[in-house]
């Protein structure tokens, strides 16, 4: 099976900063990554598809690129409200397996 | 409004069994391929199991294969997810989610139940 792994595991920034999470499958998926937000207590949300497609309401400060074996997730300006853990996930085919998570904060 | 409502989750022994339901609602069920996914207390999310729009197509994590099986019943716009031979190591919040899609084309999990809990201890 495809793993996923994602680095850093956590990641403290100031409002304001560039903040850049990556994703790396084991084998190439095309474009089949997904980006998840999970704030404290909350559900996951889709984030962003097709590696790099934004998913309707998300705001513009996130973005994604990638494709094959190596994806980003960026956030162009870090806010208070972005505090969560995000997860990428590949979806090519089953089992469709989520990177191990990111934790974000913020200083 | 789409909206994903799981219940059936509760405290089990080990070795026992629970059937998780979720009911959907706002959209054409049967449309869509649907997951589960769990997540341990503290820590990340882990997919479990999907199945296709008309339930012929089911696929499960190596971690519960033989001992979960996912299924639906499009009439009653609901997800099942019957779980057997539970271990501590299940204890997880079990969420169900869509398969987003363009056409036949995934895109992903959305939107996501807000989840029911189950605890495996004796």
């Known amino acids: 099976d495809i793993q996923m792994t994602q680095s850093p595991s956590s990641l403290s920034a100031s409002v304001g900063d560039r903040v850049t999470i990556t994703c790396r499958a084991s084998?190439?998926?095309?474009?089949?990554l997904a980006w998840y937000q999970q704030k404290p207590g909350k559900v996951p949300k889709l984030l962003i598809y097709?590696?790099?497609t934004l998913q309707s309401g998300v705001p513009s400060r996130f973005s994604g690129s990638g494709s094959g074996t190596d994806f980003t997730l960026t956030i162009s300006s870090l806010q208070p409200e972005d505090v969560a853990t995000y997860y990428c996930?590949?979806?090519?085919?089953?089992?469709?397996?989520f990177g191990q998570g990111t934790k974000v904060e913020v200083k | 409004e789409v909206q994903l409502v799981e219940s059936g989750g509760g405290l089990v022994q080990p070795g026992g069994s629970l059937r998780l339901s979720c009911a959907a609602s706002?959209?054409?069920?049967?449309?869509?391929?649907m997951h589960w996914v769990r997540q341990a207390p503290g820590m990340g999310l882990v997919w479990v199991s999907h199945?296709?729009?008309?339930?012929?197509?089911?696929r499960y994590a190596d971690s519960v294969k033989g001992r979960f099986t996912i299924s639906r019943d499009n009439a009653k716009n609901t997800l099942y997810l019957q779980m057997n031979s539970l271990r501590a190591e299940d204890t997880a919040v079990f969420y169900c989610?869509?398969?987003?899609?363009?056409?036949?084309?995934?895109?992903?999990?959305?939107?996501w139940g807000q989840g029911t809990l189950v605890t495996v201890s004796s």
């Open positions: 706002g959209f054409t069920f049967s449309n869509y391929w």
């Open positions: 989610a869509r398969g987003a899609k363009t056409g036949t084309t995934p895109l992903g999990l959305d939107p």
């Open positions: 084998q190439g998926i095309s474009n089949f």
């Open positions: 996930q590949k979806y090519n085919s089953a089992p469709w397996t």
């Open positions: 199945i296709n729009s008309d339930g012929n197509t089911r």
């Open positions: 097709a590696a790099s």
